[in-house]
């Protein structure tokens, strides 16, 4: 069974910066985020290969940056000029190959609270 914990979630004023890690239990091909607001649909942000390839929203590209440390399977997700409707629960995922070429993930984290104040 693969665990994936988040950590670094929190509150910022908008224009600031977070950074979110996702710990991985084992080595998996394919790492994302997704977030969900209340009363939004879930959102696909970025996502990771194994060999370093990525993919992001456009809603996001420019600001946010996904990153792997694979010799500790530690995924991060770097927040910049964060604005108050990315206010969200953000959720650490994971799959095979097919979810970096658009499908479903297979795991996912608990979630961490990412709060944007204007």
């Known amino acids: 069974q693969v665990q994936l914990v988040e950590s670094g979630g929190g509150s910022v004023q908008a224009g600031g910066s977070l950074r979110l890690s996702c710990a991985a239990s084992t080595e998996i091909y394919c790492m994302g985020w997704f977030r969900q607001a209340p009363g939004k649909e879930r959102e696909r942000i970025a996502t990771?290969?194994?060999?370093?390839?990525?993919t992001y929203a456009e809603s996001v590209k420019g600001r946010f940056t996904i990153s792997k440390d694979n010799a500790k399977n530690i995924l991060y997700l770097q927040m910049n000029s964060l604005n108050a409707e990315e206010s969200a629960m953000y959720y650490c995922a994971a799959g095979a190959k097919r979810y970096c070429d658009g499908g479903d993930a297979y795991w996912w984290g608990q979630g961490t609270q990412v709060t944007v104040s204007s």
């Open positions: 990771i290969d194994s060999d370093g390839i990525r």
